[in-house]
């Protein structure tokens, strides 16, 4: 029997994909170790490459794909659809992939799209943007676009500015008359949320105050619920919360404990997810402009495919706050 590809990636011990890769020219985005060991498959069982599969690739796809960490997030929910809408206009199709916050997972992902021919890239890493995955993406010659997760590159990207709104949501509440704000932000993987946090603390030296922060979010309401808990404990008037999903477990901690938002607490949130609005009381938060962020990073990534993979500089789009009822002014 004709040996087939799924045989070679089985004796290589590599996926589908790293063989499909290798056989139909990217070598270079793998190490010497692993080629040598599907080369060694391949004479092995004396694997012959199908030439009409092999030549599809060659057909252009009209398809470009998104990653993202979490699609039931209602920010990158939103985003998709932001993108998907955009790409539309432009004439392409979406593939959407979710990593769900699995690097694995978001590697095989960037391998599958490598090997299917996909005309370009749409990346929000799980966690910080690596070096590795960046030359892999650029070896590739894929045009792609990072988005979310700022890496230290300077080209490439649309972002939003994070510190500023970090800045921004904490004047904020100073200006209301607080000064026991807290803050919950996440781990340092989380570049982005990070840096929201790093704009509080810089905020809360700047004024002379007493930073109380914890970095133990992991961005969803759970953690939100848990990480409230513990801050409520503290002698604090305000919490600003790096991101909504969160803040909607810090409004549940706050209920359970038989406090009111904002009489004893204050809470500010961070992307302006479409929940925001319909809380009780109706959350002040941080607004991520999102549907210039899709269509931005379909922009550029149409500009990059149509002039043959040059880099654009990074898009960094303003943040703005929302006013609702969920902060109230501090007697003085």
Not at 82 to 108: H, M, P, T, V, W
Not at 147 to 171: K, L, Q, W
């Amino acid at each position: 029997m004709k040996a087939t590809i799924k045989d070679i990636a089985k004796e290589a011990g590599v996926s589908i994909a790293t063989i499909s890769l290798i056989i139909n020219g990217k070598a270079e985005l793998f190490s010497p170790k692993t080629v040598k060991k599907v080369n060694e498959a391949i004479a092995k069982l004396n694997y012959q490459p199908n030439y009409f599969a092999k030549n599809l690739n060659s057909v252009k796809s009209n398809t470009i794909g998104l990653i993202v960490p979490d699609v039931s997030n209602p920010f990158f929910s939103k985003l998709a659809n932001s993108i998907e809408n955009a790409l539309n206009e432009a004439g392409y199709l979406l593939f959407l992939c979710n990593s769900a916050y699995d690097l694995e997972r978001e590697q095989k992902y960037i391998n599958e799209m490598l090997y299917r021919s996909i005309e370009g890239i749409i990346f929000a890493s799980a966690e910080n943007l690596n070096e590795t995955t960046i030359q892999q993406l650029g070896k590739s010659n894929v045009p792609y676009i990072l988005m979310d997760r700022p890496s230290r590159v300077v080209s490439n990207g649309v972002f939003v500015d994070d510190y500023m709104g970090g800045v921004i949501a904490t004047e904020h509440l100073i200006s209301k008359g607080h000064t026991k704000i807290a803050c919950l932000s996440g781990a340092e993987k989380f570049v982005n949320i990070s840096e929201r946090g790093r704009g509080y603390l810089d905020t809360m030296k700047k004024n002379q105050l007493t930073p109380i922060y914890s970095e133990n979010g992991t961005l969803t309401v759970e953690s939100g619920y848990e990480e409230g808990l513990k801050l409520c404990e503290k002698d604090i008037s305000a919490i600003f919360v790096c991101n909504d999903l969160m803040a909607i477990g810090v409004y549940e901690a706050i209920n359970e404990l038989g406090k009111v938002i904002p009489t004893d607490i204050s809470v500010l949130g961070f992307d302006d997810i479409a929940t925001a609005q319909y809380l009780t009381p109706k959350l002040t938060t941080i607004h991520q402009p999102i549907e210039e962020i899709g269509r931005v990073a379909v922009e550029n990534l149409v500009w990059r495919i149509q002039n043959k993979n040059e880099a654009v500089k990074n898009h960094v789009a303003p943040v703005t706050l929302v006013e609702r009822a969920s902060v109230r002014a501090e007697k003085y």
